[in-house]
């Protein structure tokens, strides 16, 4: 499709063409992208010239990378940084319900209008450099151009896959923060710990700070690059701690010279915690009550949303891969606990064919009785087949589409089930359409 659509035209007629430029969907590396976003501008972010200076001030970027975390973490670092007063633009991927959730200003979606106007520009750019654009390239470069027009004084990113090769990479952190390292997206990252952990390794910088989140020991990959940047590793359970207390309603972060103690938030303490790491050594001002404030706001859909419908409870949890879902049944466990009504789980599930589905389904099905599946109408769906193995001598129905799957779902559950909608982003995506269409 080489007629690009015009800036009258609306958000999805933009977000179909990003979608047909090029013809690989991942398509990972940064030759194409670093000369348009050059030509755009973004690559060194600039925030508001302060009242007394005579140029435009640094801004501020902290990017995020890793296997699981990396929404909740980005979430609440946006949180704090909006209660502490600055401007901040956040981006994230992927979105669940609306494309719009991917750049947020001061925590709130862009409008269409703003994305569409930066998506004209990022379209000039590569025509003017003769580049094709990947969908996620395109869309990643008009968040940046949306958050430069605006002077944000701080730039949150959430990488999308990987770290080193990522479209987000093109432009250098302040504070590079590696929430964790699992084996997800193999065919891209490589098959062991080590060699998934050199690709998020990417993203550290000479003379930055480094956040390692992990709950694991500390991959040589990172250590080695941290070494060769002379960037400084903060690392977790060696240079900040973190407990929660018994009371449900705090917790303790602990670091040299510092000990807080902060309120619970609806987000996975991992995650809080890793974000209260990276404001505290990013050099901004912040004030306790600005992170305690950032930590109750900070909402992410998706993790865990519990939500009525048609008298029926439905948690939807984007949780893709081992950990996720481990994190998952964590909160599904404390959630029966509390409400002993709910007897059984009735799963809508599918997945991606390159995640770990066998892992996922052994995790899971000790807690569900009854899973309603169908293929994802996306291009890297797995097959029912393959769903159907991974979920060999488990009570399985079979439908069309994950809407159907959902209709029945509704339609049957009885009051003493809950119904867990799980395995992708897409799966969620899906039911959120149908629910769209009911409305």
Known sequence: MNTAPLATDDLNTWLNYWSHVHVTGIDL??????????????????????????????????????????????????????????????????????????VKLAGVEVDDQSLIDAFVQVDQARRDCDLSLSFF?????????????????VWVLEVGLGGRLDVVNVV??????????????????????????????????????????????LPQAIQDKALACNASLFVLNRDYFYRDMQD???????????????????????????AVAAVLRSGLEITQDAIAQGIQTAKLSGRFEIRQIQGKTVIFDAGHNPHGVEFLLKQLRNFLNYNKQYTEVIS?????????????????????VMWKIATLNVPRAAEITVLDQALQGETIQHFDS?????????????????????GSFHTLEAVWEYLEECQ
Request: proline share 3%; aromatic share 6%.
């Open 348 to 368: 809508v599930f599918s997945m991606l064919a390159d995640k770990d589905i066998n892992s996922v389904v052994e995790l899971l099905k000790d807690s569900v």
């Open 248 to 274: 449900g309603e705090s917790w303790m972060f602990a670091a040299s010279g510092c000990t807080l103690k902060l309120p619970t938030g609806s987000l996975a303490l991992d995650n809080i915690s890793t």
């Open 29 to 102: 590396g940064l030759e194409r992208v670093i000369p348009v976003a050059e030509k755009l501008g973004v690559t060194h972010p600039k925030a508001k010239v302060k009242a007394k200076a005579k140029a435009k001030a640094k801004a501020k970027v902290i990017t995020v990378a890793g296997t699981n975390g990396k929404g909740s973490t980005t979430t609440t670092l946006a949180a704090i940084l909006n209660a502490q007063g600055y401007r901040v633009g956040l981006y994230q991927s992927p979105h669940i319900y609306r494309f719009n959730e991917r």
């Open 402 to 422: 994950i809407q159907l799957a959902f209709k029945s779902a509704l339609d049957e559950t009885k009051n003493n089930q809950l119904i867990l909608v799980c």
């Open 137 to 153: 390239e395109a869309t990643t470069l008009a968040a940046f151009v949306i958050f430069k027009a605006r002077d944000c004084d």
């Open 172 to 217: 250098n952190p302040d504070v590079a923060v590696i929430t964790n390292i699992g084996l997800d997206h193999v065919d891209w990252l490589g098959d062991s710990i080590e060699k998934i952990a050199y690709e998020k390794a990417g993203i550290i910088r000479p003379n930055i700070p480094v956040i390692f989140a992990g709950q694991q020991d």
